[in-house]
């Protein structure tokens, strides 16, 4: 996969995914990124060329004040809907104790806990989507791949994705950010600390999914009537927004 961006490689449109029935979503609408921090100039450029007008935040607010997005003229709009990042926290003391132990079990619990506890950033998300002419727009958390992954998940059920697809797109984020991983691991473990124990933090990982997945089947039963009753999407208000070709 050829990154859109240099210096935020997760940074991809959602752009020809296929849905169950046949349409695909538009290009050049939707992208999921990781922040925008440390991007270059050159890669503002092309989103100013890209003329992106929206910006959805999903990070807490001391994560934003740490690291702010870049500024891109063409932006008129930024929302934060903001949700904890309890494992990075959780991450830091286990880094410092070297539990490898206790790391691997962090996401699946944080993936859990952001189903029980954030429905509502999701619900309004994709209420916002319903609803912007701000377009094309780009959602995204610290790295693109939990918070902006979760968010991907339920955008794409509402638009009829079929789950293996959602699989794939979901599990893509390890292709795009491997050199980025296998650096940090390195400059971690050349520091003095194990590095390695961190890699479960770093990528995505089946476990993670299926434990959203598991609470979700809890509450709802599926994860199409968690979309539709929880998150309260408009799927038809969504699909003919954001897919374009004949039904197959």
């Not at 904890?84 to 619990?109: I, Y």
Request: with cysteine; hydrophobic share 40%; aromatic share 6%.
């Amino acid at each position: 996969m050829h990154p859109i961006l240099s210096t935020q490689h997760n940074f991809r449109d959602l752009g020809g995914i296929v849905a169950i029935d046949g349409r695909h979503v538009k290009h050049g609408l939707l992208f999921r990124s990781g922040d925008l921090f440390s991007i270059s100039a050159d890669d503002i450029s092309i989103l100013e060329d890209m003329k992106l007008l929206l910006v959805i935040d999903f990070r807490a607010q001391r994560e934003s004040d740490r690291r702010p997005n870049k500024t891109i003229s063409t932006v008129k709009e930024i929302i934060h809907l903001r949700i904890h990042d309890r494992a990075r926290e959780q991450a830091e003391k286990f880094l410092e104790e070297n539990d490898a132990a206790g790391l691997e079990t962090v996401l699946v619990g944080d993936y859990r806990r952001m189903v029980r506890t954030h429905a509502a950033e999701f619900r309004d998300f994709l209420h916002i989507l319903e609803k912007t002419d701000n377009l094309p727009l780009v959602y995204h958390c610290a790295a693109g791949k939990d918070r902006t992954g979760l968010a991907t998940v339920f955008l794409l059920t509402a638009l009829g994705v079929a789950m293996p697809v959602i699989w794939e797109d979901y599990l893509v984020t390890n292709l795009c950010m491997r050199a980025a991983i296998e650096k940090f691991i390195s400059k971690i473990s050349e520091s003095g600390l194990n590095g390695e124990i961190l890699r479960p933090m770093m990528e995505v990982r089946r476990e993670y999914l299926e434990a959203a997945l598991d609470e979700i089947l809890e509450i709802s039963g599926s994860l199409e009537k968690f979309v539709t009753e929880v998150l309260k999407a408009d799927t038809r208000k969504l699909r003919e927004k954001y897919l374009e070709g004949e039904p197959g």
